[in-house]
């Protein structure tokens, strides 16, 4: 029962906070970060990076850096736009020059960004280095060709894009703004691919501005990128295994994409819709503290150590309603954690796939042929098909 969660961006947004970390460290036998550089940023100013770097050296916890971030690059010739998925990353400024190494990007980092002394970023980054391997996405290590090479693949599937790009709109603008009839196709060519739409952008940024502050405005080069997230997210769940923490709406494109590629190997959608509810309504408020700094981050870390025994029973357990009850109620009993306001969590516990007979003449992507034979393999169809297994995602006051 919750033996492992990889960490990789906020329910509502790219950087992962404290408050989401310790939610995790504390309900979880097994922690794993995916971090790139926005995200490294992010933890750094909220907990400091001595306190992450000592973080990494507990044997629960683990991490990986990929320092390249992905995106939508954008070329316009005689009126025509190109688009291409790339992924970038940091490589100096006009103060310091280029940057060469990634010892030099981190070392700047923590000089620049958050004021350590050169010594001391020194030392940081090297018991940093010495924990966590870096990886850089654009290479074979999570999926032969890459990550931006799988997500190409997915820009031929017309029906999935236009539902990504609908739920989308539906995240910027609300359901009610979103059109009911609008046209959104990606066309490969040799330099990348073009993006065929007849959805009003000035509208929808006018509509965007009135909700919430945002820079620049939004174009289709943003609306296509959250696939490329999601495929991203989907190939390193693949990869990590174990309960996947990443952004709300990323978890509703991979949903999309999950539920019709189980579809196409037989696996009827009643079937995957039986899972067992759980509704625990008296879980602390842990993530709102931290990240309100009505508590440190250290101070959950002492918490933290004296609730290992109530932990460390639930390894291996099959979980019901009665048990996740209980062990929230035990590993929240230490500390001033059992005074925070309560919430109430909704988890959602799917039985395990099995094993399914190969279906011949199924076409699918290299990419999707990856996701498959983890699923194969007995994924459980929570994973992808519920954001709310994940308990700190879906909350009620």
Not at 2 to 14: A, C, W, Y
Not at 221 to 246: C, K, M, P, Q, W
Not at 342 to 359: F, H, N, Q
């Amino acid at each position: 029962m919750f033996e492992k969660i990889v960490l990789r961006r906020s329910d509502n947004g790219p950087s992962l906070t404290a408050g989401e970390l310790a939610e995790a460290l504390l309900f979880y036998q097994s922690v794993h970060l995916v971090l790139d550089y926005g995200c490294l940023n992010g933890l750094i100013k909220q907990i400091g990076m001595p306190t992450l770097v000592s973080l990494l050296t507990r044997p629960n916890v683990s991490a990986v850096y990929c320092e390249n971030m992905l995106g939508t690059h954008t070329e316009t010739k005689n009126n025509v736009a190109t688009h291409s998925f790339v992924a970038f990353s940091f490589a100096g400024d006009k103060e310091v020059g280029a940057l060469n190494s990634r010892k030099k990007i981190l070392e700047y980092q923590l000089t620049k960004i958050h004021a350590y002394d050169k010594k001391q970023a020194k030392r940081l980054v090297e018991r940093f280095r010495r924990k966590v391997p870096f990886r850089d996405l654009t290479k074979d290590h999570f999926i032969e060709g890459g990550i931006l090479k799988a997500a190409k693949l997915d820009l031929h599937d017309h029906s999935f894009i236009h539902d990504a790009v609908r739920l989308t709109l539906f995240e910027l603008i609300g359901q009610e703004n979103t059109p009911q009839n609008f046209t959104f196709k990606a066309h490969s060519s040799k330099s990348g691919f073009q993006i065929e739409t007849d959805i009003d952008f000035l509208r929808i940024n006018e509509e965007i501005k009135k909700r919430q502050s945002f820079d620049g405005d939004i174009t289709p080069a943003h609306l296509i990128g959250n696939v490329l997230n999601a495929r991203a997210d989907t190939i390193l769940a693949s990869y990590y295994g174990g309960e996947f923490y990443t952004s709300n709406l990323t978890s509703d494109i991979i949903q999309i994409k999950y539920f019709e590629l189980l579809r196409r190997i037989g696996i009827e959608k009643k079937e995957l819709q039986e899972f067992t509810k759980i509704v625990v309504s008296t879980a602390p408020s842990l993530r709102e503290v931290i990240n309100s700094k009505e508590r440190s981050f250290d101070e959950f870390l002492t918490m933290l150590d004296k609730s290992q025994r109530f932990r460390e029973w639930a390894k291996g357990v099959n979980p019901d309603e009665k048990l996740v009850k209980e062990y929230w109620n035990e590993v929240s009993s230490e500390g001033w954690i059992n005074k925070l306001p309560s919430k109430a969590l909704r988890y959602l516990i799917g039985a395990t796939v099995g094993a399914v007979e190969p279906v011949y003449g199924l076409v699918v992507s290299a990419a999707d042929s990856f996701l498959l034979e983890k699923i194969i393999g007995g994924w459980r169809p929570s994973h992808f098909v519920e954001r709310t297994l994940k308990p700190f995602i879906e909350d009620e006051r």
